[in-house]
């Protein structure tokens, strides 16, 4: 099974500054890597997908980069909404399996 | 509004049985993958099970054999038998929509969850 490890465990940022997490994958999954944001008591929503596709109504400030192993979740300048857990999910596998990340929390400094 | 609604969790004895429910709205359910993901708390999302638009069925190993994915299409409708359950099965559960994105779905759409729990 592929195996998805996500860093830091827990991300410190002040409003207005750059966020940068990572995502790595324990073989190669080309861009079929997605990642979610997760706020306290709700349900994850997707942010990007295809590794760098933004989702329908995600804002500019959210980006995605990466290929093959090693991925990169970008917040350009952090909102106060943005405080929340990020998780990495690869969907490359087969048979049919889908594997998330443990999380990054984003937490205001 | 393009929803989905969970329901049917609760508090069930090691070995009991429990079937969840997923009604859909503003979308018809046979036209795309559907899935259940779950998450224990404090703990990251885990895949559980998948029904694919073509009727296929897909299972995580933790839960193959003991729960079984189905759909109701009049109702627009998915649903998760659960037997057998283990404490280890203790977890919100949620509902959510595939989008085609590569070489399979991502979860574009989710519903706000149900919570289940085995414990005696």
């Known amino acids: 099974d592929i195996v998805m490890t996500q860093s830091p465990a827990t991300l410190s940022v002040s409003p207005g500054e750059r966020a940068t997490l990572s995502c790595r994958a324990s073989q190669s999954i080309d861009t079929n890597l997605a990642w979610y944001q997760q706020k306290a008591g709700q349900a994850p929503r997707l942010l990007i997908y295809?590794?760098?596709t933004r989702a329908t109504g995600i804002p500019a400030r959210f980006s995605g980069s990466g290929s093959g192993t090693e991925f990169t979740l970008t917040i350009s300048s952090l909102q106060s909404e943005d405080f929340a857990v990020y998780y990495c999910q690869q969907y490359n596998n087969w048979p049919r399996t889908w594997t998330f990340g443990q999380g990054t929390k984003v937490e205001n400094k | 509004e393009v929803q989905l609604v969970e329901s049917g969790g609760g508090l069930v004895q090691p070995g009991g049985s429990l079937r969840l429910s997923c009604a859909a709205s503003g979308f018809t359910v046979s036209s795309y993958d559907m899935h259940w993901v779950r998450q224990a708390t404090g703990k990251s999302l885990e895949w559980v099970s998948s029904?694919?638009?073509?009727?296929?069925?897909y299972y995580a190993d933790s839960v193959r054999g003991r729960f079984t994915i189905s759909r109701e299409n009049a109702k627009n409708s998915l649903y998760l038998q659960m037997n057998s359950l283990r404490a280890g099965d203790t977890a919100v559960y949620y509902c959510?929509?595939?989008?085609?994105?590569?070489?399979?779905?991502?979860?574009?759409?989710w519903g706000q969850g149900t919570m289940v729990t085995v414990s005696s």
């Open positions: 959510a929509r595939g989008k085609v994105a590569g070489t399979w779905d991502v979860f574009d759409i």
């Open positions: 295809g590794a760098s």
């Open positions: 029904f694919g638009a073509a009727g296929d069925t």
